[in-house]
């Protein structure tokens, strides 16, 4: 169970999301920590090994260890619940086994032995630990464990769970994190009872080590040794934790309730002071968004993360808005892009052309899209780095060259990576009609060029096989959006088609590969590194849910690399760069939407001091207003 504190959480659950959940590291098994503070400063034990509160490959750490943060309200109120929605169903709490559809925040009661914070992004802080020792060389690194983290059922946790709890992990996690990380570990040892050693191989990456390891949650050796429970099964509860919010009441399939655990450890951290306000968190599940909604309106759940334009544009007039009991805000969002769009199934014979792959992507015209459909709310994503200086843009610098030149003197990439602007969406003259012949005539060459010719019946085939392109989706929020995108087809001479199953179907299908053309969210963190290659590597690409257009790239493995080894920021920034480039080169990726803000609608008797900058957190720094509560209730503004 383990997750590094600052990556972006995987968009297959809620997009509303506590800070204990936004910064999960990308390629994450287990865990959500509460976020913690430390300083900015080093302190050396002897010549060799640095002992302090977290840890930072670049810059300084923002906070100190007693320091509260900068974007809570350390006075707020505790009480009242939080209710939000969530689509489908679920049959499990267990979100890191493929079997089952896991349940909405499902891990928000696990807790990690580091974290981040939402304002800080790039420093990791001791939480469950006090201090930790590493030497320069980053061989090896020892967590002072905290002797007073308590699980739920007040057992003490120790250095033996989280032994237990990292093991655990390699032994029946996820197998994407397993290929990627199994070879980088070489001995955890128990030194003392709240001590522990994490010892890495000659080949680990030495920049990522110490937040990998130290996103290792604590999980109770006790309880998953009486019970049973595997990581790899489902699970009809919570595995047992250490954190402030425990299953209270289920609904299988309808309804979650989770519960302030009053003899929750961590209250009294400065750390904590002014976060997890809430005495419970209600999720409610609906079949789709249009009934959610209008449960909405009747005030059965009280937030929404708004994800629909057209919602936006025009749902928001309703009774309960005009009278001021529900507040419409867009919030400030300053966290990398989500790199949301289509991806193809390279699996497929059929796309493994890239020609093939630029001529479908030519027939989704986001100009019409966005004028037409999203009522001009929303951007094109660019890149995996948007809103970053992570971002590749025009031609390659000098310092981009340097990385790219020496793959194509391998022949692992051509050579016009080295003179090309990187690769952008195509850009649509027409935004009154969803067709734009002028992109249809450059994707009918494309097929053309690439041996997928118009019969008399104008359908295009290949060897006698016919191009067929189905986009596979679960929301009936998209048929507005892909059904005049497989009428473009059409006219391309693709047999296209949508083909909307329910949540179990579109995961399992998603998991297993089955399917031509999925949705993806692909965007990535401040601080790349060996994550990536869960996300983009060749050893992810057989069976992984992070990795779901199966790209097998040795070019993309060696940057990988590269990006694991810098030691700088600029190297970072710079091979980063040319790793964006690249993968944008391949045309896996049909960019889809994103927005610059965060659109959310609340009753009004939620509060909150400010936006932290990488992250909206709700569930995290938000506080509930008893007396406008009591105000809406009587005005009759819940039913």
Known sequence: MHHHPKSRAVAEQLDVQAARLKHWVMGSVIGVAAVWAGSSLFAETDASVIESHGYVNFGELKYGPDDVLAYVNPDAPKGGEFSQWAQGTFDSFNPYTRKGVSAALATIGYEGILTSTLDDPYGVYCYLCTTLEYPESRDWVIFNLRDDVKFWDGTFMDAEDIKYTFELTLEQGITEYRNVYSQFIDNVEVLDTHRIKFTFTDTAPRRDVVQWVGGTSALSKDWFEETG?????????????????????????????????????????????????????????????????????????????????????????????????????????????????????????????????????????????????????????????????????????????????????????????????????????????????????????????????????????????LLEVVFLERSPQFDRIINPIVENLKRLGVDAKLERVDTSQFIERRRSGEFDIVNASLGQGFEPGQQLAQFFGSAAADDSSRNPMRLRSDAVDRLIDVIVDAETLEELTTRTQALDRVLRAERFWIPQWQKGVHTVAYYDKFRFQEIPPLGLSPLDNWWYDAEAAEALRAAGAFQ
Not at 271 to 288: H, K, L, M, P, V
Not at 333 to 338: A, D, E, R, V, W
Not at 382 to 408: M, Y
């Open 229 to 465: 429970t595997r990581l790899d099964e489902t699970s009809d509860a919570p595995f047992m934790a250490t954190g402030a919010y425990r299953l209270d009441e289920v609904d299988i399939g309808r309804q979650i309730i989770y519960r302030y655990d009053p003899e929750w450890w961590g209250q009294k951290l400065p750390i904590n002071q002014g976060r997890s306000n809430f005495d419970t968190i209600r999720i409610e599940y609906f079949a789709d968004s249009g009934a959610a909604f209008e449960a909405f309106k009747s005030g059965a759940y009280t937030y929404r993360n708004e994800n629909s334009s057209i919602q936006w544009a025009t749902g928001y007039n309703f009774p309960g808005r005009e009278r001021g009991w529900v507040q419409v805000e867009e919030l400030p969002n300053g966290s990398i892009g989500t790199g949301q769009g289509f991806v193809f199934n390279l699996n497929k014979d059929k796309f493994q052309d890239p020609l093939v792959r630029e001529a479908i992507s030519l027939m989704v015209n986001f100009e019409w899209m966005n004028e037409t459909l999203f009522y001009g709310l929303y951007d094109r994503p660019e890149s995996f780095w948007d809103n970053s200086d992570l971002k590749a843009a025009g031609v390659p610098s000098e310092a981009e060259l340097a990385v790219l030149q020496p793959l194509v003197d391998e022949g692992l990439l051509d050579a016009e990576i080295l003179t090309s602007e990187a690769v952008l969406p195509a850009v649509s003259a027409t935004s009154d009609r969803p067709l734009d012949r002028r992109q249809l005539r450059a994707a009918s060459a494309l097929l053309d060029e690439a041996g997928w010719m118009a019969g008399d019946d104008g359908m295009r085939r290949k060897d006698g096989e």
